[in-house]
């Protein structure tokens, strides 16, 4: 990242840089986006509601590893590339309700990777996104704790993809088409574990909370850093800071450190000190998260309504190259009648107690059933 413009103002009196906000940089007040604004929209029924429940179709071709409890599947001995389309309605049900499903050595390209990912939805673009079909995803090799020194935006801290927009994406896809053997690692969270894990009292205070997401801090940074792009101007959403899912119905916490600056109904400061804790409980969220060894061909696919995901920065020399694919979602909504994750599992497994119970005493002979010797 030596192309930040605040590399080249260095103080004589310490030896580093001055801080400078990127908008002193003059490419960024003389940029001009190619694009107008998006507006929100419907998108199309998600494929996950089309899908089997119990997902046969899928599960019966496929081997299917838990990583943890939380999320995280890996399904092996199948092709993506050879997925029909209700198999592929199944995998979006299962990315919804585990958050990240991966693959090993898929002989997916680049082509049939976008054609295969139109089955989900209108595909997204990237503001920084020069090809309209998909984005190239490298690696890091910098110190994000020392870049947030000189810009805005914490690139390297955990997000959902581009969650500012009105329609942010639902599903994403990355192909990886070159990777160091060791380092370039990428975590996951899930959002739904970051909503149980909070107290009863500060799940009712969120949820009457709006988070406000903004692209400002990532496009300016995108021209100090890049020179180039983005191709639509910064915008601010105030979405619900719990939403719920679709597809699944389950309340997920809506806030991440990558695009969330603070609370719509809150003052300054007292968004400033929940964003801190925001902060810690995403990273210490160590029950709720996976981190993902990437080889040549691997894949994953994530549903960014329920995860925050960060590429785990590193040292390596070797190139790192992937190919990801996103489409659009619906537009965040919250609907108090939904419920937690943990909250389900509990209510379902005391309505299947009680129903055993029921049975039970069914089976039970009655004590007043009997003939006299």
């Not at 691997?298 to 785990?312: E, F, G, K, P, Y």
């Not at 609907?335 to 909250?343: M, T, Y």
């Amino acid at each position: 990242m030596a192309h930040l413009e605040a590399r080249k103002h260095i103080s004589p009196d310490s030896g580093f840089p001055i801080t400078l906000h990127p908008n002193f940089n003059p490419k960024i007040t003389t940029h001009v986006p190619p694009e107008p604004l998006r507006a929100a929209f419907t998108p199309e029924t998600d494929r996950a509601l089309f899908a089997d429940p119990l997902k046969t179709s899928l599960l019966s071709a496929a081997t299917r590893t838990d990583l943890t409890e939380s999320l995280g599947t890996v399904l092996s001995g199948i092709q993506l590339s050879s997925l029909t389309p209700t198999q592929l309605d199944e995998l979006a049900l299962l990315v919804s309700e585990r958050g990240v499903v991966f693959f090993r050595d898929q002989d997916l390209t680049t082509s049939t990777q976008v054609s295969l990912f139109e089955h989900f939805g209108l595909l997204d673009r990237h503001p920084a996104q020069k090809d309209v079909r998909h984005v190239v995803i490298r690696g890091s090799r910098e110190d994000h704790r020392e870049i947030l020194s000189y810009t805005p935006w914490p690139s390297g801290d955990f997000h959902a993809d581009t969650s500012f927009e009105l329609n942010p994406p639902s599903y994403s896809m990355l192909r990886m088409e070159e990777h160091p053997a060791v380092g370039g690692d990428t975590a996951w969270v899930s959002s739904y574990g970051l909503y149980d894990a909070l107290s009863d009292a500060m799940k009712k205070f969120i949820e009457s909370l709006h988070a406000v997401h903004t692209s400002r801090l990532q496009y300016d940074t995108i021209i100090d850093l890049w020179g180039v792009g983005p191709n639509r101007p910064p915008i601010d959403s105030h979405h619900p800071a719990v939403r719920t899912h679709p597809v699944t119905g389950l309340k997920a916490l809506n806030v991440n450190p990558g695009f969330v600056t603070g609370f719509a109904e809150l003052k300054k400061v007292e968004s400033d000190k929940l964003m801190e804790f925001f902060a810690y409980h995403i990273h210490s969220a160590d029950d709720h998260a996976v981190r993902w060894k990437w080889e040549v061909g691997s894949v994953a696919m994530w549903d960014n309504r329920c995860t925050l995901h960060r590429v785990i920065p590193g040292s390596y020399e070797a190139p790192r190259r992937g190919i990801r694919t996103t489409v659009f979602g619906e537009k965040p909504y919250f609907d108090p009648a939904s419920e937690g994750r943990l909250q389900r599992q509990q209510r379902l497994k005391k309505e299947a107690e009680a129903e055993a119970q029921k049975t039970n005493e069914e089976k039970k002979p009655d004590s007043t059933d009997f003939t006299p010797a």
